[in-house]
C-alpha cells in the first residue's frame, strides 16, 4: 500500500484523484518549505512537491522513497543525480502551463510597453498630465526578440505576431536540431539579436551564468524593454537595476527573481515603470488544476507501471526500479 506525501497545497481535484484512489494512503502538507514535509519522508513511499526545495539531506532520509513528482514541469530546487544514486525516479507533469506563461509574458510585454503602473497612478494619485509626456509606445511594427523558443516561447511568439510586431528568436539548442516551421526567424548571433530587438522577451532555461548582464545590456537599444518570465537569475538583477537607472532599459516585466520573495528593500520596488508579479506566471486557477492533476496520476501511473518514460527526467532510476 503506497502512502504519498503531499508537500505544499494542491488542487481539490489532485487531492481528489489521490483520495480516491484504492489502496492509496496520502498526508498533506500545505506549508511551502522544506523543513515542513523533511520530518515525514521516511514514511513516503512517494513525494508530490511543489516550489521548495528537496534536498539530499532530505533524500537521503527517504528509506522507502521510489518517486518524486514534481508539480509542475521544473526541477531546479530538486537535487536530481541524489535522487538517481537511490534509484529513486523523478517525474514531471506534461506541457499543463505553457500557454498560461505565454500569456504573461505578452501581459507584461504589453504593461510594460503601456506604461501600466505609471498610467494607472496618474489617475489614482497624480498627475493627470503625465498622459503627455507620451511614454506610452506602440507594438505594431516593432521587433520582439525572445529568447529560448520551446513551446512557451513559441505560444508567445505566437500571441505577439498578432500585434504586428516583426519576431526573431534566439535558441541555440532548436537551431542545431532543426527550427521550428513558421514566420519567426533564427537568430544566429545574440549581440545582433539584442541590438536588434526594441523587446525582449526571456522563456530560456537557467544556466551557469547569467544570459543577459552588464555586457548584454550594453549591446541594447536606449529605451528597450525586457521581461522574465523564466527563471531568476537568467537576467542579472544589479545589471537590469544599472540599466534602468541609465534609461538604457525603458521598462521591464519580471515574474522571477534572484531571491524569492523579493525582499522588501530590493531596488527593483522603486521603479514605477517595471512591472512585478510574484512568480506567477503559471500558476492560474486552470494551470493549477492541470498541475495537480498531473503529478499525482504520475505517482498513480507510477505505482501501476504505467507511467510514461516521457515525463520522468532522469530515466536510468526508473529502469532501475522496474528492474528490482
Not at 507584461?108 to 510597453?113: D, E, H
Not at 503601456?114 to 506610452?136: C, F, H, Q, T, Y
Not at 523564466?230 to 534602468?244: T, V
Request: with cysteine; charged share 20%; net charge negative.
Amino acid at each position: 500500500m503506497p502512502h504519498v506525501l503531499v508537500a505544499g497545497k494542491l488542487h481539490p481535484k489532485g487531492r481528489a484523484l489521490l483520495d480516491t484512489a484504492p489502496g492509496v494512503t496520502v498526508r498533506y502538507i500545505d506549508e511551502i518549505s522544506e523543513e515542513s514535509y523533511s520530518p515525514y519522508i521516511s514514511e513516503a513511499d512517494a513525494l508530490l512537491i511543489r516550489t521548495q526545495p528537496l534536498s539530499a539531506r532530505t533524500i537521503a532520509q527517504g528509506g522507502r522513497l521510489r518517486i518524486v513528482s514534481r508539480h509542475g514541469v521544473g526541477y531546479d530546487a530538486v537535487d536530481v543525480d541524489a535522487l538517481s544514486a537511490q534509484g529513486i525516479a523523478l517525474a514531471v507533469c506534461g506541457d499543463v502551463n505553457s500557454y498560461s506563461v505565454a500569456e504573461h509574458a505578452c501581459m507584461m510585454i504589453l504593461a510594460a510597453s503601456k506604461r501600466a503602473v505609471r498610467a494607472d497612478g496618474s489617475v489614482r494619485i497624480g498627475p493627470w498630465g503625465w498622459r503627455n509626456s507620451l511614454e506610452s509606445q506602440d507594438l505594431r511594427g516593432r521587433n520582439l526578440l525572445i529568447l529560448g523558443f520551446g513551446r512557451i516561447g513559441q505560444h508567445t511568439a505566437t500571441m505577439m505576431g498578432g500585434f504586428g510586431m516583426t519576431i526573431r528568436a534566439f535558441d541555440p539548442y532548436l537551431a542545431s536540431q532543426g527550427w521550428p516551421a513558421g514566420q519567426v526567424a533564427c537568430a544566429a548571433n545574440l549581440s545582433e539579436a539584442l541590438a536588434w530587438a526594441d523587446v525582449i522577451s526571456v522563456s530560456a532555461p537557467k544556466g551557469a551564468r547569467p544570459l543577459i548582464g552588464a555586457a548584454e545590456f550594453e549591446q541594447m537599444k536606449p529605451g528597450v524593454v525586457v521581461v522574465n518570465t523564466a527563471r531568476g537569475g537568467i537576467m542579472d538583477e544589479a545589471a537590469l537595476i544599472d540599466a534602468l537607472r541609465s534609461g538604457k532599459v525603458g521598462a521591464a516585466g519580471l515574474d522571477v527573481f534572484e531571491t524569492e520573495p523579493l525582499p522588501e528593500t530590493h531596488p527593483l520596488r522603486d521603479f514605477t515603470q517595471v512591472i512585478l508579479s510574484p512568480h506567477i506566471a503559471g500558476v492560474t486557477e486552470g494551470a493549477s488544476e492541470r498541475m495537480a492533476i498531473g503529478s499525482a496520476q504520475n505517482i498513480l501511473d507510477f505505482f501501476s507501471g504505467t507511467i510514461s518514460p516521457d515525463l520522468v527526467v532522469n530515466g536510468n532510476a526508473l529502469h532501475h526500479v522496474q528492474e528490482t
